[in-house]
């Protein structure tokens, strides 16, 4: 039975509704392309629905039998394809990034009416520097070198749940901190993850300018991408410093996300035993 998806999902557009509303008047198909068009388009039954969300094709439409003209249809770029930002960094451009970020704090001191130069300040400016770098550390690897050598082959299928894995991370609308803690599970196909690596993929994508909904989301496919289990379930609960401290300023809000893939979407009992297993405590 085809599985129903949310719109969070990839989406795309029918080829034979673009053929429809652009070139109704004007191409024509021929048995060939018909063929084609049904071959392509069964291949989609036989992919899984956790993986379609990951995968991407393209199509060759015929027009009058002389423009090939491709039709590539929308994905999401690869997570393990990713290349961070600063993963080629040798030691001495850390350091001139530390240099750099440390001259623009002395200027935002002074833009605030301090004086950098005082007793108080005068390693300020460095320390907050080496400080950012530090929570940015994320930038500096990539999933696929965290999980390269952590994945075994094995018969299980029985749901795995690692709960409450603590983050710290950067509003990037702020950049001011939000933290809390992610509970992830998934139901494996006959492949398992290391399950620190599950804890080290929440760092890499917490130790970036972030906004809650993509880290939660990120994760997931990190996962769904590595081991391609039956479903993937990741719950994230954070404080937000940027609701807190200014703004609304709401003490005591919280913001919980979700991202379910694969059965843990299309199955409800399994959605509801992983919400029973990872549900996180008060903070």
Do not use: W
């Not at 998934?186 to 080290?200: D, F, Q």
């Not at 035993?273 to 008060?282: A, D």
């Amino acid at each position: 039975m085809a599985s129903q998806q949310s719109d969070d999902d990839t989406c795309f557009e029918s080829p034979v509704n673009i053929n429809r509303r652009f070139f109704s008047s004007s191409l024509s198909t021929s048995p060939k392309s018909m063929t084609a068009k049904r071959n392509h388009e069964s291949s989609y039954d036989t992919v899984s629905p956790l993986l379609r969300q990951l995968k991407s094709t393209s199509l060759s439409v015929q027009e009058n039998g002389e423009n090939e003209r491709s039709v590539h249809l929308r994905r999401r770029p690869s997570v393990l394809d990713e290349k961070a930002l600063r993963e080629a960094d040798t030691q001495s451009v850390r350091e001139q990034r530390i240099s750099a970020i440390t001259r623009s704090y002395e200027g935002i001191l002074g833009s605030i009416g301090e004086d950098p130069s005082r007793q108080g300040l005068l390693k300020t400016p460095k320390r907050a520097a080496e400080a950012l770098v530090f929570f940015t550390k994320g930038y500096e690897q990539t999933i696929r070198d965290v999980v390269s050598d952590a994945i075994f082959d094995e018969e299980c299928e029985n749901m795995v749940v690692v709960k409450e894995i603590d983050i710290y991370s950067l509003c990037e609308h702020h950049m001011v901190p939000f933290f809390g803690k992610v509970s992830v599970g998934y139901l494996p196909n006959k492949r398992v993850l290391g399950l620190s690596k599950i804890a080290r993929i929440v760092e890499v994508f917490s130790r970036r300018l972030q906004v809650q909904e993509r880290l939660t989301r990120q994760i997931a496919e990190a996962i769904a991408e590595a081991i391609e289990p039956r479903g993937v379930a990741v719950i994230v609960e954070c404080l937000h410093m940027c609701m807190i401290m200014r703004g609304a300023e709401k003490v005591n809000s919280r913001t919980t996300t979700s991202a379910m893939l694969g059965v843990f979407r299309e199955d409800p009992k399994t959605r509801e035993e992983f919400l029973t297993l990872g549900r996180i405590k008060p903070f």
